[in-house]
């Protein structure tokens, strides 16, 4: 069965590569490398050792995607390309709209002229606004605080409304809490342009050198220790999801919504110390002001999946920070030209 993963060549899309080629999956990966690069893909056919073909390609290139579905006889679609940094979208709100919403609808558009119908959609946490309650689950109510919020929950409407118009379309939609950690071979990670606005990258660059010491943005709030609390979920575990959620959606039509995440909330400074152990060395921190727009507490209520999709989060805090740790301290400066494997682009093919 061949699936084409959009946005394959980023943090999230790399690890769900490995998974799906691991289980068999004929895979095709388009991506304009615009936040990632191709060398992550170079090192999934590596860990793999399985061939699958990459486009470097904008979803926005209807003629390029149509020549996409009409070369493979795709089955089904992953998407997760797209922009993704919440500050961003507040200074760039019209590229943000443009283009995740315009490439969602292009490659919509396009799977239905091809007769492919079915859908796993990357959403988030985010569209639950500023919860009141955790564990938060699926039903509960939504509201987005910054555009790129907004895209996630526009979108979720158009799916919506998309497998309302015919019951040939099944689409899953996931709702993912705060993916981290890396491929336990070391190999491939979340690798940030610039300076990290998440937690896990820039508590690993602080613990490698690169930044001089964590931020805690805000020790005020109601929690077990003030500082911020969140439902952080091993990457490898949310790959391992979106395989549920591929055959899940393969048998039935419609709409499905799903949380992944673990259930569990740690605040930030248990990260830290978490990190500290692991990585068996100190991370300087200092308490900041809280950052605009955060809430006190959100994980998920992760029933639905753990029911429907006979799925559950496996790996824990201490993994997740070993996992983070390898990957940072062996790639300090990420995917860089000169550290690519002597297999380069051997294993796949570069269209
Ligand atoms: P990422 O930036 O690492 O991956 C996204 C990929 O999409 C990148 O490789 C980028 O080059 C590609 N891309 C962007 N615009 C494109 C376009 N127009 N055409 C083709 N390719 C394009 O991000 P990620 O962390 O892997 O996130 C994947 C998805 O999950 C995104 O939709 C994101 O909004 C969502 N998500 C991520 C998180 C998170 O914390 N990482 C949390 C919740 C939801
Ligand atoms: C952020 C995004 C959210 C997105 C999610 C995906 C914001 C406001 N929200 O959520 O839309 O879906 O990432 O991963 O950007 N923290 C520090 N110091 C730091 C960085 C973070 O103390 O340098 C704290 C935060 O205040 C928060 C926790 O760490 O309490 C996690 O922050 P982060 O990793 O940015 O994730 P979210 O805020 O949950």
New binding site residues.
């Given amino acids: 069965m061949a699936i084409l993963i ?2 394959g ?5 790399s690890h769900t590569c490995i998974e799906l080629l691991e289980a068999g999956y004929e895979v095709v990966v ?7 690069s191709h060398i992550s893909l170079n090192r999934v056919a590596e860990i793999t050792n399985k061939n699958f073909t990459f486009y470097k ?4 290139d209807r003629g390029g995607l149509e020549l996409v579905f009409s070369r493979h006889s795709i089955d089904a679609v992953i998407h ?5 940094a919440v500050g961003e979208s507040v200074q760039l709100p019209l590229s943000y709209y443009y ?1 995740n919403i315009t ?1 969602t609808l292009i490659l919509c558009e396009v799977m239905n002229k091809y007769n492919v119908h079915k859908l796993v959609f ?5 569209v639950y606004g500023r919860p009141e309650l955790s564990p938060i689950a699926e039903d509960s109510p939504l509201g987005a605080t910054n555009p790129y919020g907004r895209t ?1 929950l526009m979108l979720e409407q158009i799916l919506q409304d998309l497998a309302a118009s015919s019951e040939q379309w099944g689409i899953s939609i996931l709702r ?1 809490f ?2 981290i950690g890396a491929h336990k071979s070391g190999k491939i990670g979340e690798n940030p342009n610039g300076i990290p606005n ?1 937690l896990m990258p820039y508590i690993s660059q602080v613990a490698v050198g690169k930044l001089e010491k964590v931020n805690v943005f805000g020790s005020d709030y109601e929690t077990v220790d003030g500082t911020g609390v969140r439902d952080y979920i091993h990457v490898v575990d949310l790959a391992k999801g979106h395989l549920r959620a591929l055959e899940k959606v393969m048998g039935k039509s419609g709409v499905d919504i799903y949380n992944l995440g673990t259930g569990q909330g740690y605040s930030v400074l248990e990260m830290i110390a978490g990190f500290e152990r692991v990585a068996g060395r100190s991370i300087p921190y200092q308490i900041a002001a809280r950052r605009p727009g955060d809430i006190a507490v959100c994980f998920a209520d992760t029933q639905k999946a753990n029911a429907e999709l006979n799925w559950t989060a496996e790996r824990g805090i201490e993994e997740m920070c070993e996992d983070s740790w390898r990957w940072q301290s062996s790639n300090p400066n990420g995917y860089e030209e000169n550290s690519s494997s002597v297999r380069e682009i051997a294993a796949a093919s570069w269209e």
């Fill in positions: 959009t946005g060549a980023g943090y999230i899309g388009v991506d304009n490398l615009s936040n990632s390609m904008d979803l926005m997760f390309a797209g922009l993704k283009t490439s990357s959403s988030s946490a985010t996630k993912y705060n993916p998440n």
